[in-house]
Antibody, heavy 119, light 108 residues
Framework: EVQLVESGGALVQPGGSLRLSCVVS????????MSWVRQAPGKGLERVAT????????YYLDSVKGRFTVSRENAKDSLYLQMDSLRAEDTAVYYC????????????WGQGTLVTVSS | EIVLTQSPGTLSLSAGERATLSCRAS???????LAWYQQKRGQAPRLLIY???SRATGIPDRFSGSGSGTDFTLTISRLEPEDFAVYHC?????????FGQGTKVEVK
C-alpha cells in the first residue's frame, strides 16, 4: 500500500523553528518528485515547496523563500521541511504529496501535520 | 502566476442531482495541465482528474472533467452521499503551480 506519513507539527512561537518529516512506503521514493502543500484554517491549498527526485531542482513559495528548506534522503524514503523564522501566517496543516510521475499534480497525499505559530 | 477562480463558492444540491463546478484561469493553462481534487472534512485531498479529463485510478465514472485553455469544468453526473465535499482545481502547466480557492458541494 502506498503511504505517506508526516510528523513534526507542533505549537511554536513566532520566530521559532520546526522540522517536518514525511516517511513514505509502498513505492520507489527516489523515482518521484515530492512537494509540501499547506492549508491554513478554513482556506484553500497552497504549494509551499517542491523537490525533484535527485534534489537537482527545488521550488519555494515566495513568502517562504529564505526561511524554509526542503530536502530528502532517498536512502531513508524520507522528505523534510526545515522551517525557520516562523510567522503567524505559516499556521496551517502541512501535507506531503507525491508528484504524479512524469507530469504534474499530486496523486498521493499524506494525512497532514498541524503547525501552529502563536505566542 | 496563473490565478484560478472557482465558481460557485458553494453549491447546494440533493443526492441524485447533477453537479457542475467551474474553474477559470487568468491565462491559458499549458497542455491542459489541470487537476481536480476532492477533500472531505478533516481529510487530505484526493486526486480525481488530471490533464483536464483523465480520471485517476479508482475514481468512479460519474466524475468527469472537461474544458481547455482558460475554462474547465468538473461534472458529477449523479451525486452520491459520499460526494458532498470541497473540490479544488490546480494548474501545473506553468510555474508556480497554483490552486483555486475551492467549491463546497453541500446537501440542500
Amino acid at each position: 500500500e502506498v503511504q505517506l506519513v508526516e510528523s513534526g507539527g507542533a505549537l511554536v512561537q513566532p520566530g521559532g523553528s520546526l522540522r517536518l518529516s514525511c516517511v513514505v512506503s509502498g513505492f520507489t521514493f527516489r523515482n518521484y518528485g515530492m512537494s509540501w502543500v499547506r492549508q491554513a484554517p478554513g482556506k484553500g491549498l497552497e504549494r509551499v515547496a517542491t523537490i525533484k527526485q535527485d534534489e537537482s531542482e527545488k521550488y519555494y513559495l515566495d513568502s517562504v523563500k529564505g526561511r524554509f528548506t526542503v530536502s530528502r534522503e532517498n536512502a531513508k524514503d524520507s522528505l523534510y521541511l526545515q522551517m525557520d523564522s516562523l510567522r503567524a501566517e505559516d499556521t496551517a496543516v502541512y501535507y506531503c504529496a507525491r508528484v504524479r510521475s512524469g507530469a504534474g499534480g499530486y496523486d498521493v497525499w499524506g494525512q497532514g501535520t498541524l503547525v501552529t505559530v502563536s505566542s | 502566476e496563473i490565478v484560478l477562480t472557482q465558481s460557485p463558492g458553494t453549491l447546494s444540491l440533493s443526492a441524485g442531482e447533477r453537479a457542475t463546478l467551474s474553474c477559470r484561469a487568468s491565462q491559458s493553462v499549458s497542455r491542459n495541465s489541470l487537476a481536480w481534487y476532492q477533500q472531505k472534512r478533516g481529510q487530505a485531498p484526493r486526486l480525481l482528474i488530471y490533464d483536464a479529463f483523465s480520471r485517476a485510478t479508482g475514481i468512479p465514472d460519474r466524475f468527469s472533467g472537461s474544458g481547455s485553455g482558460t475554462d474547465f469544468t468538473l461534472t458529477i453526473s449523479r451525486l452520491e452521499p459520499e460526494d458532498f465535499a470541497v473540490y479544488h482545481c490546480q494548474q501545473y502547466g506553468s510555474a508556480p503551480w497554483t490552486f483555486g480557492q475551492g467549491t463546497k458541494v453541500e446537501v440542500k
